[in-house]
Protein backbone atom coordinates (compact mmCIF):
# COMPACT_ATOMS: atom_id res chain seq x y z
CA UNK A 1 0.00 0.00 0.00
CA UNK A 2 1.10 3.27 -1.15
CA UNK A 3 1.41 5.89 1.90
CA UNK A 4 -0.01 9.21 0.47
CA UNK A 5 1.98 12.37 1.53
CA UNK A 6 0.57 14.52 3.94
CA UNK A 7 1.18 18.44 2.95
CA UNK A 8 2.40 20.37 6.24
CA UNK A 9 2.05 24.26 6.43
CA UNK A 10 3.20 26.59 9.19
CA UNK A 11 0.85 28.74 10.98
CA UNK A 12 1.56 32.50 10.36
CA UNK A 13 0.43 32.88 14.55
CA UNK A 14 2.35 30.27 16.59
CA UNK A 15 5.04 29.10 13.88
CA UNK A 16 3.82 25.37 14.40
CA UNK A 17 4.33 23.15 11.03
CA UNK A 18 0.56 21.28 10.96
CA UNK A 19 -1.23 19.44 8.28
CA UNK A 20 -3.29 22.19 5.78
CA UNK A 21 -6.38 20.48 6.89
CA UNK A 22 -5.98 21.82 10.50
CA UNK A 23 -4.99 25.28 9.35
CA UNK A 24 -7.64 28.06 7.83
CA UNK A 25 -6.12 29.72 5.01
CA UNK A 26 -6.02 33.74 5.05
CA UNK A 27 -6.69 34.67 1.06
CA UNK A 28 -5.82 37.98 -0.35
CA UNK A 29 -7.60 38.16 -4.17
CA UNK A 30 -5.31 38.78 -6.98
CA UNK A 31 -5.39 42.32 -7.72
CA UNK A 32 -5.02 41.88 -11.71
CA UNK A 33 -6.40 39.74 -13.75
CA UNK A 34 -8.91 37.17 -13.56
CA UNK A 35 -10.80 37.38 -9.74
CA UNK A 36 -13.86 36.39 -8.73
CA UNK A 37 -16.42 37.99 -9.50
CA UNK A 38 -17.50 37.58 -5.62
CA UNK A 39 -14.27 38.69 -4.16
CA UNK A 40 -13.06 42.20 -4.63
CA UNK A 41 -9.65 43.02 -6.21
CA UNK A 42 -7.11 42.83 -3.05
CA UNK A 43 -9.58 41.94 -0.69
CA UNK A 44 -8.29 39.72 2.38
CA UNK A 45 -10.56 36.76 4.21
CA UNK A 46 -10.80 33.30 5.69
CA UNK A 47 -11.08 30.39 3.09
CA UNK A 48 -11.93 28.03 4.91
CA UNK A 49 -12.18 25.48 1.74
CA UNK A 50 -8.51 26.38 0.08
CA UNK A 51 -9.80 27.07 -2.94
CA UNK A 52 -10.13 30.39 -3.55
CA UNK A 53 -7.76 32.00 -5.78
CA UNK A 54 -5.31 33.89 -4.95
CA UNK A 55 -1.70 34.69 -2.10
CA UNK A 56 -2.44 32.68 1.11
CA UNK A 57 -1.20 32.27 4.64
CA UNK A 58 -2.54 30.00 7.48
CA UNK A 59 -3.41 30.50 10.93
CA UNK A 60 -4.26 27.95 13.25
CA UNK A 61 -8.13 27.64 13.95
CA UNK A 62 -8.22 30.17 17.47
CA UNK A 63 -8.38 33.24 17.30
CA UNK A 64 -4.85 33.90 19.79
CA UNK A 65 -2.92 32.63 16.68
CA UNK A 66 -5.03 35.37 14.58
CA UNK A 67 -3.52 37.77 17.51
CA UNK A 68 0.18 37.05 17.64
CA UNK A 69 0.14 37.22 13.77
CA UNK A 70 -1.20 40.33 13.70
CA UNK A 71 1.21 41.54 16.08
CA UNK A 72 3.97 40.58 14.45
CA UNK A 73 2.76 41.79 11.22
CA UNK A 74 2.79 38.59 9.25
CA UNK A 75 0.22 38.79 6.95
CA UNK A 76 1.40 42.57 5.82
CA UNK A 77 4.79 40.28 5.56
CA UNK A 78 3.12 37.61 3.55
CA UNK A 79 0.82 39.37 1.20
CA UNK A 80 3.52 42.54 0.87
CA UNK A 81 0.55 45.26 1.31
CA UNK A 82 -0.82 47.29 4.30
CA UNK A 83 -4.08 45.73 6.03
CA UNK A 84 -6.14 47.91 8.11
CA UNK A 85 -7.15 47.58 11.46
CA UNK A 86 -10.76 46.54 10.38
CA UNK A 87 -9.95 43.47 7.99
CA UNK A 88 -8.00 41.89 11.40
CA UNK A 89 -11.16 42.84 13.37
CA UNK A 90 -13.48 41.29 10.89
CA UNK A 91 -11.13 38.15 10.43
CA UNK A 92 -11.16 37.78 14.20
CA UNK A 93 -15.01 38.11 14.26
CA UNK A 94 -15.39 34.83 10.83
CA UNK A 95 -12.66 33.05 13.04
CA UNK A 96 -14.58 33.45 16.29
CA UNK A 97 -17.95 32.73 14.45
CA UNK A 98 -16.41 29.36 13.13
CA UNK A 99 -15.09 28.18 16.79
CA UNK A 100 -18.44 27.60 18.00
Known sequence: MVNKKVPLRK???CGEKKPKRELI?????P???EAEETAKKGE???????????????ICQNAECLRLARKAR???KSFSCRIPDSIYDSLE??????EQ
Open 25 to 29: RVVRA
Open 93 to 98: EELKAD
Open 11 to 13: CSG
Open 31 to 33: SEG
Open 44 to 58: ISLDPTGKKPGRGAY
Open 74 to 76: RFE
